[in-house]
């Protein structure tokens, strides 16, 4: 009877810490999931914005001139210019995020404004020759 007793105890002390610890992963969890949406953002915002671009463009175009052709035509710009042009450009600048991540959490800056040079270089040379096509 006693040794039911203490193990029941003991198991009601070890279901508190299991309480206390579930407790502090959802405390851990809430602070990392805020630093997240803190982080992630900026480039959130950024995406939606590029986006309402091109919907803007659309309904200008669809209430300064209702006919069916020229709204046709500017989707049609539209996603030329997305798959030729800025499809290029967001993946050679992407290419920056990686490398200049880790030279930042390294706490390296000459080799961050490395990265940053080449990748401005390598963008410029593109689009010069993307420009001469």
């Not at 463009?57 to 669809?62: D, K, T």
């Amino acid at each position: 009877m006693v040794c039911v007793r203490v193990v029941t105890s003991l198991a009601g002390v070890e279901k508190k810490a299991m309480d206390k610890r579930g407790i502090h992963r959802w405390a851990a969890f809430k602070t990392e999931l805020w630093v997240q949406v803190q982080l992630a953002s900026p480039v959130v915002l950024a995406n939606v914005l590029w986006y309402g671009v091109l919907v803007v463009n659309m309904v200008f175009i669809g209430h300064v001139e209702a006919s069916p052709q020229l709204i046709s035509a500017a989707a049609l710009s539209n996603m030329f210019t997305n798959v030729t042009g800025f499809s290029l450009g967001f993946g050679l600048s992407s290419g920056i995020d990686t490398l200049g991540g880790q030279a930042f959490g390294a706490s390296t800056s000459l080799h961050l404004s490395f990265h940053l040079l080449v990748s401005l270089t390598v963008c410029l040379f593109s689009f010069r020759l993307c420009r001469e096509l």
